[in-house]
């Protein structure tokens, strides 16, 4: 159940476009919170707010902020502009916005008729945080690549929460972000996976998407009830379109957990199970008896898909380049340098598909 709380605006300790971080005086003391003024207004120091502190309550890694309601004594204003598209729907903060698919948008009729991304190489992960290091590997040999990130909804549902993307659009490694299903937020809103990608190809007219849900994910330590298995489903969306899909394995040195040493079983679910459409998977030539494991585990998916040995020789001085924070699980690059390195091989594999 949600846990609330009312409380006041003691300062503002950083923003990035869409977001607010404060710290928020609240009964039990000091609490950080994240606004969204698009949604809620702008909080200024002094304002009194509403918090939902569910996710602070539960000591959430990704989402372990107090998350602003409303500003009752400062509301934003009406939107006066063109879109038909809810998002959140039937939630306190649902959203109207302009998808690009819509009726009323000037790319209407480009996506109407939109059927192929005409062989666009699209890198598939479960993992947000699997995004900069792909688009490492990407730029490693493509430093001009027009690349546009797909973000699907099964972790956050505001682009605004990321602030990765937003450095990442600022130093021009992304083109635009791609808000489809009940995400929003970003350059573009879509409303499904599929005209998500037709718009980064013929809207931003991307050379490479990148698929991934939201910051965030949602697991529960079971085969199927994990939120990045909708990567399977991206991979068969790929496909359909006639793009080309990459499949980028989620591999692990630094978790302690056995399902994900090695190559994750969410991996093997989404690819080996979800995904019924071939895609080719980068497999990292990764040293030792570690990247042996690697390749034995990636054999399960060879009944479907293409394996593609990737060397990774080079990469993590391409990731030591990295413009954002490089973290996974609350691990950083050197404390699970494979992760890193798998996820940059995918990058480097669509490099090589790009004419």
């Known amino acids: 159940m ?6 006041e605006v003691l300062r503002i300790r950083r923003e990035w476009p869409g977001a607010v ?27 009194e707010v509403l918090l939902n502190t569910t996710a602070l309550a539960m000591g959430l890694g990704t989402g372990g902020y107090a998350m602003v309601v409303a500003v009752p004594n400062r509301l934003p204003e009406d ?20 998808g690009a698919d819509e009726q009323d948008s000037p790319f209407h009729e480009v996506l109407r008729e939109a059927d192929s991304l005409d062989g666009m190489p699209v890198v598939v992960s479960d993992l ?13 040999s ?63 007219e991307a050379d ?26 991206a991979v068969n969306a790929a496909a359909v379109l006639r793009g080309r899909p990459v499949a980028a394995l989620r591999v692990s040195e630094g978790d302690r957990r056995e399902r994900h040493h090695g190559v994750s079983h969410h991996s093997l679910t989404a690819y080996g199970r979800v995904a019924l459409a071939p895609a080719q998977v980068p497999v990292p030539e990764l040293p030792g008896a ?24 080079g990469l993590h001085e391409a990731l030591l380049a990295s ?19 798998t996820s940059a091989a995918a990058g480097r594999f669509a490099a090589s598909l790009l004419s």
């Not at 949600?2 to 409380?7: A, D, N």
């Not at 990765?164 to 879509?190: H, I, M, N, P, Y």
């Not at 490479?208 to 489903?233: C, D, H, K, Y």
């Not at 570690?290 to 998916?301: N, T």
């Open 2 to 7: 949600i846990r609330w709380r009312k409380g």
């Open 79 to 98: 939107p006066d502009g063109p879109g038909h598209l809810v998002k959140a729907r039937y939630t306190p903060l649902q959203a109207t916005v302009l």
């Open 21 to 47: 971080e404060l710290d928020v005086a609240v009964p039990e003391g000091e609490c950080r919170a994240l606004a969204y003024p698009p949604l809620v207004g702008r909080p200024e120091p002094g304002d």
């Open 323 to 341: 413009p954002v924070r490089l973290s996974t699980m609350g691990r950083g690059l050197e404390e699970d340098l494979a992760y890193f390195l």
């Open 208 to 233: 490479v998407a990148i698929v991934t849900q939201g910051p965030g994910n949602l697991g529960s330590g079971t085969r199927w009830g994990f939120s990045g298995v909708m990567a399977g489903e």
């Open 128 to 140: 947000h945080s699997a995004l900069p290091p792909i688009l490492c590997g990407l730029r490693e």
């Open 290 to 313: 570690f990247g042996e494991r690697v390749r034995d585990q990636s054999e399960l998916l060879a009944v479907r898909h293409e394996l593609v040995p990737v060397p990774v020789g």
């Open 142 to 204: 493509r430093p001009d690549v027009r690349v546009a990130y797909v973000m699907q909804d099964g972790g956050a549902l505001p682009a605004w929460f990321s602030m990765s993307c937003a450095k990442l659009r600022e130093v021009g490694w992304l083109a635009g972000v791609v808000t489809v299903g009940q995400a929003f937020g970003g350059d573009v809103e879509a409303v499904t996976t599929h005209t998500g990608l037709l718009a980064a190809r013929h809207v931003l």
